[in-house]
């Protein structure tokens, strides 16, 4: 089994920028995606990456915020979260899975939580106003 390993949350005021990182234990021939949730909200695709195409899929809230990212030597994909917002404030999680699919359209890259079979543990995002 693949395991991922989250890093690079932290408290941060508004206006600041993070850097989240997600090392994974094998080969990262995968579809990647960020996911996040905050308290008393369900989980939602941020963004995603189709790491043999190259393709990359963003959250409307997000787009042109944030830039996902991968190193395939080093294994990690990483989120570069610029401008952030209080409603940012969540706990995201690294996920993935073997081949190209859900990272075909934002709606199914995003959308379908469930085609993602590896999550890492999380890592905690705090923006204050």
């Known amino acids: 089994a693949v395991q991922l390993v989250e890093s690079g949350g932290g408290s941060v005021q508004a206006g600041g920028s993070l850097r989240l990182s997600c090392v994974a234990s094998?080969?990262?021939?995968?579809?990647v995606a960020w996911f996040r949730q905050a308290p008393g909200k369900e989980r939602e695709g941020v963004a995603a990456?189709?790491?043999?195409?190259?393709?990359?899929y963003y959250a409307d809230s997000v787009k042109g915020r944030f830039t996902i990212s991968s190193n395939n030597a080093k294994n990690t994909v990483y989120l570069q979260m610029n401008s952030l917002k209080p409603e940012d404030t969540a706990m995201y999680y690294c996920?993935?899975?073997?081949?190209?699919?859900?990272?075909?359209?934002?709606?199914?890259?995003?959308?379908?939580?469930?085609?993602?079979?590896?999550w890492g543990q999380g890592t905690q995002v705090s923006v204050s106003s």
């Open positions: 996920a993935a899975v073997w081949g190209e699919w859900p990272c075909t359209t934002a709606i199914q890259a995003l959308g379908l939580e469930h085609e993602y079979r590896y």
């Open positions: 094998g080969d990262t021939g995968y579809c």
């Open positions: 990456l189709n790491i043999r195409g190259g393709s990359t």
